[in-house]
């Protein structure tokens, strides 16, 4: 069965630098999403991507994070300067319509930020 | 912002006996519902969905039953096997037109445990 793949599966890195997480969507699948969730808390919604736009963002999703498909099969999410309060598992996600369609998650990156 | 609520963190269920988990919504907007399962260290795995317009889903071991007029939807799982512990989490999206994604609303999770 196809799936969300997603590396690396954890990164750690310092406060103040810049990190890259990578996603596979489900290669028919055109909308992408990216959540986190923080030890311990419910999974959030950061932000959806359809036809090479956003789609929406939350308001964690804020100038730091961007999103990015550079070919026809990956699906970034970059965050330009972590701080310690982005550690959490990132999920990144895929589904066939952006209507009554399920998501497909990937098993996610925990990032670590020291 | 507590839009879709599990007020039961956690459910211990014998093998072989009904699991039934809850949610609660909020908003009105909601229209589609889904439920996941999660293990530890991995992604949430979809399960099983219900749109508004219907009152109950089957897919196996798994019912979905919706009460719109009280904002409650249940899982049911019959019989309860012990490969069904894990976190389940509830769902919710409100459709916002077509060419845009619908995000997901989590709940905060239960944790069923079967036990043998």
């Known amino acids: 069965e196809p799936e969300v793949t997603q590396t690396p599966s954890h990164q750690v890195t310092q406060m103040g630098q810049e990190v890259i997480l990578r996603c596979v969507p489900i290669s028919n699948h055109l909308y992408f999403y990216w959540y986190r969730q923080i030890l311990g808390q419910k999974v959030e919604f950061l932000v959806s991507?359809?036809?090479?736009?956003?789609?929406?963002k939350s308001e964690i999703f804020d100038d730091q994070f961007s999103v990015e498909r550079p070919d026809g099969s990956n699906f970034t999410l970059k965050i330009r300067s972590t701080k310690l309060e982005d550690s959490a598992m990132y999920f990144c996600a895929s589904s066939v319509t952006g209507v009554h369609s399920p998501l497909h998650f990937g098993n996610g990156t925990r990032l670590t930020v020291t | 912002d507590q839009q879709v609520k599990q007020n039961s963190p956690s459910l211990s269920v014998q093998e072989g006996r009904i699991s039934i988990l809850n949610c609660d919504y909020t908003n009105s907007m909601f229209d589609y519902f889904l439920w996941y399962k999660k293990y530890p260290a991995e992604g949430p795995t979809f399960l099983i969905s219900?749109?508004?317009?219907?009152d109950k889903n089957e897919d196996g071991r798994f019912t979905v039953f919706l009460n719109k007029s009280a904002k409650h939807l249940s899982l049911h799982i019959v019989p309860s096997q012990p490969g069904d512990s894990a976190v389940y989490f509830c769902?919710?999206?409100?459709?916002?037109?077509?060419?845009?994604?619908?995000?997901?609303?989590f709940g905060t999770g239960t944790r069923l445990q079967v036990t043998l």
């Open positions: 769902a919710a999206s409100a459709e916002r037109g077509a060419g845009t994604a619908s995000k997901l609303t």
């Open positions: 991507f359809y036809n090479n736009e956003i789609s929406e």
């Open positions: 219900i749109s508004s317009i219907k």
